[in-house]
């Protein structure tokens, strides 16, 4: 059916699928000068590709798989095209704004740009979960960390680099302990890798916190224990005061959960004190 379009309509369809199954009005206009009663999204709609969505100023594709499959044919330099051109409309109208930060820097990695991408995924990551809304935060730091991937490594950006994606996986582990698993662990596992890599007290000290936390959450008793007790050592040896507070109570519950009642009592009453 996108075959038979006209070309006017065919490009409307592919700039349509490139923005997203939802489709801002004021975005496609701005991106191609049609409105929502222009002939050839009017035409669009009678042919059961975009309609009205239920929010007004919005259209939305008749069915997912319609939106994918006029999105893979595009080529990819035309899909990058106008991942970039969304991207610079996005930010133009105020990409600072809280809601606009998941869509940027899903067409930022589209377009091939990292660090605007990474910049955009965190941000969004943050709203999430101080919103506690723990899946969408999850979502948003795992791209993060993926963007960072593509950044250069030299010797000061590489550093920087290993220590923003350490500080972002423990915000991860903060969005995952109510519903963890194993993929979560080995980002926490890389992240502990690169905090000893970087000889950092407080970054050991806090990436074996969450280890220890979201292996607890994974039932994985023994080696989350041993994580706690490293973050332990390694906080009075740094000094961290209040992860110091928080890790009797961690502790205590790991020995509670391996049966250990003897120990787990008094260390849950210090965190208690």
Not at 7 to 26: H, K, S
């Amino acid at each position: 059916r996108v075959g038979r379009l006209p070309p006017e309509q065919a490009r409307l369809v592919r700039l349509a699928a490139v923005i997203g199954n939802v489709i801002p009005v004021w975005l496609l206009e701005a991106l191609s000068g049609c409105g929502e009663q222009h002939p050839a999204v009017r035409a669009l709609a009678a042919q059961d590709f975009i309609f009205p969505d239920q929010r007004p100023g919005h259209l939305r594709f008749k069915h997912g798989i319609t939106r994918d499959v006029v999105y893979e044919a595009a080529g990819l330099h035309e899909r990058q095209a106008l991942h970039r051109r969304i991207s610079a409309e996005l930010g133009a109208r105020g990409g600072a704004e809280s809601q606009l930060h998941e869509q940027l820097a899903y067409h930022d990695a589209a377009a091939n740009d990292w660090p605007a991408a990474a910049r955009h995924a965190e941000a969004a990551g943050d709203l999430a979960l101080a919103a506690s809304a723990l899946d969408r935060a999850k979502k948003q730091f795992r791209a993060a960390l993926a963007a960072l991937e593509f950044l250069p490594d030299g010797d000061d950006q590489g550093r920087e680099r290993r220590r923003r994606w350490v500080s972002i996986a423990q915000r991860l582990g903060m969005a995952c302990v109510f519903d963890a698993s194993q993929d979560d662990l080995r980002v926490l596992r890389h992240a502990a890798a690169l905090a000893q890599a970087e000889g950092d007290l407080g970054l050991i000290a806090r990436t074996e916190y969450w280890l220890a936390y979201v292996g607890y959450a994974l039932g994985e008793t023994r080696d989350s224990l041993a994580h706690a007790r490293a973050a332990v050592d390694t906080a009075q040896r740094c000094g961290d005061n209040a992860l110091l507070a928080q890790l009797p109570g961690t502790v205590g519950q790991l020995q509670a959960a391996a049966a250990d009642y003897a120990n787990a009592l008094p260390m849950l009453d210090l965190a208690i004190a």
